[in-house]
């Protein structure tokens, strides 16, 4: 069990990080501002075009970045604990593709339908999509690397479908830039939209922080122990279906946030969830925050995705958890 004190520690260091990327995330960019300056015009009620950017632009970018990035690693955290497989994930578990699919079909078939409406579809495609990977999965036995296997081909297809209707469709040839996922274009309008699901995700995915940690000394402790197994599953599938769903309706299909993270938590925290949850979601804001920070630079002064940066940081790491587990098998 993690002793308070390094707790405490590991709370002090996440903080300072999220300090320092928050300030990076408001004041670096295509346009430079000088914080005391914003401060100063803020509250004469001068403002310039540049504290214009920071309130408008930039302040609910980062909320948005922190609350993304916390709603995928948790859904990843989830997924690892109740599959009991260290390769889950939304990406991976063809969850975010499900939801990206459905998002551009309600596109192409009511263009007028509003960002607020598209959550719905994003959560019914989250949920088709992970139901798809562990039909076929579960086909002559489930595996940890099966399951993994199938999910990458439901993802591919799913992505692919998705893609194909764009290239065909004039007019939502736009979706591509946030199909690789990004929160560039993201305003206050958007973090008012998805701060209700991602709540009520949250509460729900902590709720079962005990029945998790319990989970985790194998399924038959946890019956013995008066766990309703087949509860914890449907509670903690639904919480990854908001999680994720909401996250692919604003941003797109991020990805291997809810792969990397809930790893190096463990690592950190230990295998108890009441820790790995909260931290993960910590974790999982800080890593898209810093993300997006680099995001702005790659092709400066033009942005690219976010998506595009966390891929490059988490193909390598799926790689290497693939080639750990096909060692294990072996």
């Known amino acids: 069990m993690i002793r308070h004190t390094r707790l405490i520690r590991l709370l002090v260091v996440l903080l300072v990080l999220i300090g320092l990327g928050s300030y990076l995330s408001l004041f670096l960019g295509v346009t430079t501002i000088q914080p005391l300056e914003a401060i100063r015009e803020w509250s004469s009620g001068n403002l310039s075009k540049e504290t214009l950017v920071l309130t408008t632009l930039r302040l609910p970018r980062l909320l948005l970045g922190l609350l993304l990035g916390a709603n995928l690693a948790v859904a990843g955290a989830l997924m690892q604990a109740v599959t009991r497989n260290p390769l889950a994930s939304p990406q991976v578990f063809g969850v975010n593709a499900g939801a990206s699919l459905f998002v551009v079909l309600a596109l192409l078939l009511f263009p007028a339908l509003g960002t607020a409406n598209l959550v719905y579809f ?180 033009y942005e690219s995705p976010v998506g595009i940066v966390t891929a490059l940081l988490g193909a390598p790491f799926f790689l290497y958890l693939a080639k750990r587990q096909t060692r294990g098998i072996a």
């Not at 005990?210 to 914890?232: C, E």
């Not at 941003?251 to 969830?273: C, K, N, Q, S, T």
């Open 122 to 301: 994003a959560f019914f495609g989250a949920m088709i999509g992970g139901l798809l990977v562990f039909s076929f999965a579960s086909v002559r036995g489930m595996t940890s690397l099966k399951l993994a296997l199938v999910g990458m081909a439901v993802h591919l297809l799913l992505t692919s479908l998705t893609k194909g209707l764009i290239l065909f469709n004039d007019r939502i040839t736009n979706v591509l830039y946030w199909l690789s996922g990004s929160i560039s274009d993201s305003g206050w309008i958007e973090v008012r939209l998805i701060l209700p699901w991602s709540i009520i995700g949250l509460i729900l995915a902590f709720s079962l922080a005990k029945s998790l940690a319990i989970f985790q000394l194998g399924q038959d402790v946890a019956v013995g122990l008066g766990q309703n197994i087949t509860r914890i599953r449907m509670l903690a599938a639904v919480a990854v279906v908001l999680l994720a769903g909401v996250t692919v309706a604003v941003a797109g299909a991020i990805g291997f946030i809810g792969l990397m993270v809930p790893h190096i938590v463990r690592r950190l925290v230990g295998e108890d969830y009441r820790y790995v949850l909260p931290i993960s979601a910590l974790c999982g804001g800080l890593l898209l925050t810093y993300a997006d920070v680099l995001a702005r630079f790659i092709a400066y002064p």
